[in-house]
T-cell receptor, first 111, second 113 residues
Framework: QKEVEQNSGPLSVPEGAIASLNCTYS??????FFWYRQYSGKSPELIMF????GDKEDGRFTAQLNKASQYVSLLIRDSQPSDSATYLC???????????FGTGTRLTIIP | EAQVTQNPRYLITVTGKKLTVTCSQN?????MSWYRQDPGLGLRQIYY???????DKGDVPEGYKVSRKEKRNFPLILESPSPNQTSLYFC????????????FGPGTRLTVL
């Protein structure tokens, strides 16, 4: 059974600081990695995907992937109160649609 | 507007009474999935479909059925609901298999008494 592990938090970060969210996965065959954001009572929305080792930047968000260590992270620079949400890590094997989510990390940005 | 719709949004029912939760997308996506979300367990995939008439089990398929007769619709059927199926259900669709930008519906909160 594929596992995706995240620290459930809550993670509290001051406004303007960098928030660092971490995720580990058990299946070395995983090919695609995703970060979703979910506000309370709402549906998840995709922030970023990454499938190559290294960093991928999109605005204030940077995803980092290390396949050797089976580790993926999300950095949020210049954190804003609107970033307060639960962040879900998900992994997928290429060639099928089975997507496995972690339980999520609850992030709170303190003004 | 590109969207995934689910109906109903809220449902309270009793054990054993068959129900269907509908899901429809207007983006001509090939891939559709159903998830359930429970506190402490996160999002778990129930079933997914890679195209019309092509469906496969996710991680928690027991007690559920799906069908994909049309590209836009992917209903979730509970033939005999039980209290352990009380949960928040999400339907999702995506176009690209690798990058998998999944668009989630608004969710259906189901309570089985």
């Amino acid at each position: 059974q594929k596992e995706v592990e995240q620290n459930s938090g809550p993670l509290s970060v001051p406004e303007g600081a960098i928030a660092s969210l971490n995720c580990t996965y058990s299946d070395r065959g995983s090919q695609s990695f995703f970060w979703y954001r979910q506000y309370s009572g709402k549906s998840p929305e995709l922030i970023m995907f990454i499938y190559s080792n290294g960093d991928k930047e999109d605005g204030r968000f940077t995803a980092q992937l290390n396949k050797a260590s089976q580790y993926v992270s999300l950095l949020i620079r210049d954190s804003q109160p609107s970033d307060s949400a639960t962040y879900l890590c998900a992994v997928k094997d290429f060639g099928n649609e089975k997507l496995t989510f972690g339980t999520g990390t609850r992030l709170t940005i303190i003004p | 507007e590109a969207q995934v719709t689910q109906n109903p949004r809220y449902l309270i029912t009793v054990t054993g009474k068959k129900l269907t939760v509908t899901c429809s997308q207007n983006m001509n996506h090939e891939y559709m999935s159903w998830y359930r979300q429970d506190p402490g367990l996160g999002l778990r995939q129930i079933y997914y479909s890679m195209n019309v008439e092509v469906t496969d089990k996710g991680d928690v398929p027991e007690g559920y059925k799906v069908s994909r007769k049309e590209k836009r619709n992917f209903p979730l059927i509970l033939e005999s609901p039980s209290p352990n199926q009380t949960s928040l259900y999400f339907c999702a669709s995506s176009r690209d298999q690798r990058t998998d930008t999944q668009y989630f519906g608004p969710g259906t909160r189901l309570t089985v008494l």
